[in-house]
């Protein structure tokens, strides 16, 4: 983990480059990670879900809350408890309770979100380390 320069340091991160794969999405989109502990992020966390027709992610949860939007394409999520699921549309906004597990699900010409989990769910980032190690 990269310690900030100070709490008041303001940085540009690339989306499209330096940025680690984080192995949730079921099929051939990608999730990347954008703002994480990783680089100094200490009270806020996003990631670019990029899924493509049919890609879902796997059951995720958190022990804190997750904001997602929809930037482009449209889909659905799921509250896995239930198996309830709502459509997703561009410009849907998603909030999810801590502790509640979730799915989302591309429709067809795919879905792109941003967001994740605030304050960062150490344990979805570990996955990163053991897709590195693998």
């Not at 996003?46 to 939007?69: A, I, K, N």
């Not at 967001?115 to 590195?132: H, M, V």
């Amino acid at each position: 983990m990269v310690p900030p320069e100070s709490p008041q340091t303001v940085r540009v991160v690339d989306s499209a480059a330096d940025c680690p794969d984080l192995p949730i999405i079921q099929g051939k989109g990608s999730a990347k990670v954008v703002i994480w502990p990783g680089n100094g992020a200490l009270y806020r966390t996003f990631q670019v879900l990029d899924m493509q027709e049919g890609d879902r992610t796997r059951d995720l949860t958190h022990p804190t809350d997750s904001v997602y939007y929809v930037a482009a394409g449209a889909g659905s999520v799921a509250d896995v408890a239930s198996g309830e699921s709502w459509p997703l549309g561009l410009g849907s906004m998603v909030h999810i309770d801590r502790g509640d597990s979730y799915r989302f699900e591309a429709a067809a010409g795919g879905m792109k979100l941003i967001g994740g989990p605030c304050p960062a769910d150490q344990a979805l980032y570990a996955l990163i380390a053991e897709t590195e190690d693998a």
